[in-house]
DNA sequence: GTCTATAGAAGGATAGAC
DNA sequence: GTCTATCCTTCTATAGAC
């Protein structure tokens, strides 16, 4: 493949991740991704075959690089309260990079759960059970954390970072009212939020 | 209007609630409700004028219905504690009839942030600020609760009990691997999530 | 590899009979 | 009020020239 394809290939790809993330699968139009991208329609069928096909991979790439990202942000040997710090800074600060992401990913999936099966493998899931679960386990026994489920623990610490990006169009409109940025309260978050996990799970 | 005319009407509404709480606006067929509603699409123009019409009444009546609850849960004069507990307690039985709700608001604002000027007047974010806020207020001045930003803290509770909702595509495929079912987990919120708000912000 | 032109299907909407 | 038949636009996809 030569140097020039791979360009148009991209723009295509990159165009289309847009339109997608904008408008979903069922609100996306060929046409509108041509124009994105500066090139003609057919020539995205030349390189993606179908409307599925190109949305299959950006789904794909898009959920993938949004599950690495959570994890790796957990992958680290740091106590829980560091481990939780680091994590919403981290993380808040991708979502803060690619805002539409989640709401995206979230959306397809419920209109179509099956397509997890391309990104989520139970590998991953064990990572979580094997790692994170066991240092949870390992902090309830030492008395530092509340009994609590950690399965239900869990959700709830994605819950507070996801959501705002998820609800982007409710919140924005009841920021407005308290005059106030949703960039200004997503930042704030990234230290709140820690804080509000820890305090609520930590023995004292 | 005859009784009859009724009937079909809200066959009519009822099976458009369906389809488009499930597929959302763009990927709701006119088509698809009319079987739904065992009629013919040429009756839907008759009752309804145009998708965008008809959409745009059942979005408006599911909005105004998950507000009203909400707002409903809230309004009371219970001291925040049990307050929380009577919240997520009706509000999540009310989600747990209407799962799809959420999901299908949140999606549809995030497409057209305008269509909340229908649902969402400031009367209502008001009742907020001078209920809600007020009793967080006094609870903080009486040395009950820790200081906390208001709005973090309202997001935070919504977060917790809409997320698995708006999530459901991919948690249930994370519950199926610890063998567990959607409605049992959502079943241990009700009691799980006042808790884990109350620790967090409790003073001890 | 990239374009223009167009086929062919799908979906929203309406006309007109009953 | 309800149906059948059909119009017309929109959209995906392909054919074929360059």
Redesign the interface.
Known sequence: MSEKDKITEEKIFDAAVEEFEE?????SRMQKIADRAGINKALLHYYYRSKDKLFQQVFDRLANKLLDRLLNCLDNDFPLEKKLKLFYMEHIRFMQKHPKMP?F???E?????ER?QTV?N?ER?RFLRENLFRQIDEEKSAGEI?N??N??LF??I???S???F??????????K??N?QFDD?IE??KT??PE??I???KM?
Chains 1, 2 share one sequence.
């Open positions: 408008k979903g699968m069922d609100g709401a990913i979230f959306h999936l419920n209109r179509n759960p997890i989520f139970s899931i509340r609590i489920d399965l239900q959700i709830n994605i819950a507070l996801a959501f705002p998820v609800a982007r169009g409710l919140l924005e409109s009841i920021l009212v308290n106030i309260f704030a978050r709140e939020l509000f996990v305090n609520s799970v004292k």
